[in-house]
């Protein structure tokens, strides 16, 4: 059974940028897709990215010129980095697994990390 | 983009059924994907592809999706379903989560 676990910093000041990697154990990271979504506090859900083993990734517009997912296959790991950080990116940040459907397309998340909140304050 | 509408809130007494609906525009041409999340918990896949239940949902659960609205159907609702809901979709190549519900078996 697939688990996952974020890890990084609960604390980044304004303005820096925010760093976490999701750690997959359980199953090699070298194939389906690995996404990162966030959930600000009392809100609900946001797709933040993909990344595909291979390296090709897909960001949501919204924060296409702020983030970066890349993906270590030896470790088993895949991180995000989002830059230029304010307030608004407060929220418990979640990595999940994504299987893609060839029919219709797109991807369902069957496993999630338990998340880690990051705040973003001075 | 693309949006998705859920009730903010739905009610039901305790053995009913519930149905949590999520609206959206020709929705019935996407994979619709629902995840139910307790307090202080991680979102769980409960309906994938508009009727699919993972391994280890219980049969109670299931989806249907036509025209502008899919729905998530819960038979006999227990205690342990309050919960907030959530439907997915995939659009232009971008993930897009309904704003949520939360359930409450009275």
């Known amino acids: 059974q697939v688990q996952l676990q974020e890890s990084g910093p609960g604390l980044v000041k304004p303005s820096e940028t925010l760093s976490l990697t999701c750690t997959v154990s359980?199953?090699?990271?070298?194939?389906?897709?690995w996404s990162w979504i966030r959930q600000p506090p009392g809100k609900g859900l946001d797709w933040i990215g993909y990344?595909?083993?291979?390296?090709?990734?897909n960001y949501n517009p919204s924060l296409k010129s702020r983030v970066t997912i890349s993906i270590d296959t030896s470790k088993n790991q895949f991180s995000l980095k989002l830059s230029s950080v304010t307030a608004a990116d407060t929220a418990l940040y979640y990595c999940?697994?994504?299987?893609?459907?060839?029919?219709?397309?797109?991807?369902?998340?069957?496993?999630w990390g338990q998340g880690t909140l990051v705040t973003v304050s001075s | 983009s693309y949006e998705l509408t859920q009730p903010l809130s739905v009610s039901v007494a305790l053995g009913q059924t519930a149905r949590i609906t999520c609206g959206g525009n020709?929705?019935?041409?996407?994979?619709v994907h629902w995840y139910q999340q307790k307090p202080g918990q991680a979102p769980v896949l409960v309906i994938y592809?508009?009727?699919n239940r993972p391994s280890g949902i219980p049969e109670r659960f299931s989806g249907s999706n036509s025209g502008n609205t899919a729905t998530l159907i819960i038979g006999r609702a227990q205690g342990g379903d309050e919960a907030d809901y959530y439907c997915?979709?995939?659009?232009?190549?971008?993930?897009?989560f309904g704003g949520g519900t939360k359930l409450t078996v009275l």
């Open positions: 999940a697994r994504g299987r893609w459907e060839l029919l219709r397309g797109g991807l369902e998340f069957d496993s």
């Open positions: 359980g199953r090699s990271i070298s194939s389906y897709y």
């Open positions: 990344i595909y083993y291979t390296g090709s990734t």
């Open positions: 020709n929705i019935g041409g996407k994979n």
């Open positions: 592809r508009d009727t």
């Open positions: 997915q979709v995939w659009d232009s190549s971008t993930g897009v």
